[in-house]
Antibody, heavy 116, light 107 residues
Framework: QVHLVESGGGLVKPGGSLRLSCAASGFTFSNYYMSWIRQAPGKGLEWLSYMSTSGSTIHYVDSVKGRFTISRDNTKSSLFLQMNSLRAEDTAVYYC?????????WGKGTTVTVSS | EIVMTQSPGTLSVSPGERATLSCRASQSITSSLAWYQQKPGQAPRLLIHGASTRPTGIPARFSGSGSGTEFTLTISSLQSEDFAVYYCQQYNDWPGTFGQGTKVEIK
């Protein structure tokens, strides 16, 4: 059974950093593009970034470009999102998902709160 | 950036009735459209991709249609578990963008 579990969320001050992780199981992780998507409280969905199977192709949405970095470790079936220079508007639930076009399987999400 | 506009914002439907949700793209996205269902406190679930293809395990009462700029998600006979928010998403161009959602509520 395909399973994604995010971790690493929490409360951080503006300007701070967090590293999110996504542990995958039940499928061959290295064969899948992977994405990060977020949802601010009471709002819609925003696709932040995706990475190809080997990591050779990466895209970021403008709102996080230069601040967030996506990475993966295929040997550990894990996806990461390094988030720097966090702002109040980055407060959201962060989801990892399989796919780089449409998102087939989603994790349950991890909550990031940016507040002083 | 392609803007996705969903209508209506809220749809009130009785169980057993048909629901029709619309999604419009600001420019042609061919058939690069997905639909997701999200229930409160849960992650979204993929219902449709390629505008009309249902992944394995998605009930046949969910169907998608359209191409270019106009798309429709139809739920043929609403079940109690279908009351949720539905999002469309284009993946023709980066960044893939979502509509603002349509809430399907019990009438």
């Amino acid at each position: 059974q395909v399973h994604l579990v995010e971790s690493g969320g929490g409360l951080v001050k503006p300007g701070g950093s967090l590293r999110l992780s996504c542990a995958a199981s039940g499928f061959t992780f290295s064969n899948y593009y992977m994405s990060w998507i977020r949802q601010a409280p009471g709002k819609g969905l925003e696709w932040l970034s995706y990475m190809s199977t080997s990591g050779s192709t990466i895209h970021y949405v403008d709102s996080v470009k230069g601040r967030f970095t996506i990475s993966r470790d295929n040997t550990k079936s894990s996806l990461f999102l390094q988030m720097n220079s966090l702002r109040a508007e980055d407060t959201a639930v962060y989801y990892c998902a399989t796919g780089g076009y449409y998102m087939e399987v989603w994790g349950k999400g991890t909550t990031v709160t940016v507040s002083s | 950036e392609i803007v996705m506009t969903q209508s209506p914002g809220t749809l009130s439907v009785s169980p057993g009735e048909r629901a029709t949700l619309s999604c419009r793209a600001s420019q042609s996205i061919t058939s690069s459209l997905a639909w997701y269902q999200q229930k409160p406190g849960q992650a979204p679930r993929l219902l449709i991709h390629g505008a009309s293809t249902r992944p394995t395990g998605i009930p046949a009462r969910f169907s998608g249609s359209g191409s270019g700029t106009e798309f429709t998600l139809t739920i043929s006979s609403l079940q109690s578990e279908d009351f949720a928010v539905y999002y469309c998403q284009q993946y023709n161009d980066w960044p893939g963008t979502f509509g603002q959602g349509t809430k399907v509520e019990i009438k």
